[in-house]
């Protein structure tokens, strides 16, 4: 803060004080007007004065003074003896069981374990091997015109080597390494590849079957481009009538989990037994 002073005439003093610009004060000037008369007057206007100055400085302190700092999020806040696993933590599985839209109904179990530790500062946390249970939630078979096969299931349930049990709301979140399946949205719905490569066989199968029949039956290519106009129909016909392919998950198929909210652990617990 800069201020200033001087005499206007023999009797009035004239201070001015620029306070600095921030959220709190604009630029501005305050003027602080002493009328300095004769005896006992000039006390009682100093001590005005002091004031004026000292609330002036106050002022100056208080609007340089920097903005609270905004909170930020500290993993110091579990309960002692907990450890908590964040939002988001991403955990390879294996699934422990064949899954297959063809016979899979909402609510049947799902089978998993771990495939590598999950650690935080310097310690395992999750060790491989821990067994994860679940629930399918919506099974949506392939459609014969049309539709895909989709499986949505959650993981519920974490089972250490120990015994320990912790629920947990986890979802899918990729399918590493599959060329079939793969994860349409946020809920962690996996979803069937399409079959247009194996209906156009199956068309042209028919097709070529077709011209061949119609060729041997009338000596002609006439016979051959009718039979292969019929044998596309018919292999078209076969595609549409039958279902895409269903959406199967062998033993062993890899599945990235991922936790839609903390995971809090008993720290004196994760010890194997």
Known sequence: MNISCGLLD???????????????????????????????????????????????????????????????????????????????TQIPLKLSQAITTKNAKPGDPVYAETVFPITQNDRVIIPAGT???GRIGEVKRPGRVKGRAELLMNFTTLVYPSGYTVM???????????????????????????????????????????????????????????GALGGGVVGTAIALLSRGPELTLPVGTSVQMVLDRPLVLQESKLASK
């Open 168 to 226: 947990m709301p986890a979802g899918v979140e990729n399918m590493p390494g599959s060329e079939q399946q793969s994860v349409k949205d946020k809920e962690g719905t996996v979803q069937q590849a399409g079959s247009k490569a194996k209906d156009a066989q199956t068309i042209a199968t028919a097709a070529g079957t077709g011209a061949t029949i119609g060729a041997i039956a009338d000596h002609s290519a006439k016979g051959a481009g009718l």
């Open 131 to 133: 067994f994860v249970q």
């Open 10 to 88: 023999d009797y009035h003093l004239a201070c001015r004080t620029a306070l600095p610009d921030n959220d709190t004060f604009s630029p501005q000037l305050v003027l602080i007007w002493l009328r300095i008369d004769r005896g006992g007057t000039v006390i009682m206007r100093w001590k005005s004065a002091c004031l004026a100055f000292a609330l002036l400085f106050a002022m100056a302190a208080f609007s340089q003074q920097p903005p609270d700092a905004e909170p930020k999020p500290s993993n110091d806040n579990a309960p002692k003896g907990m450890i908590t696993l964040p939002v988001g």
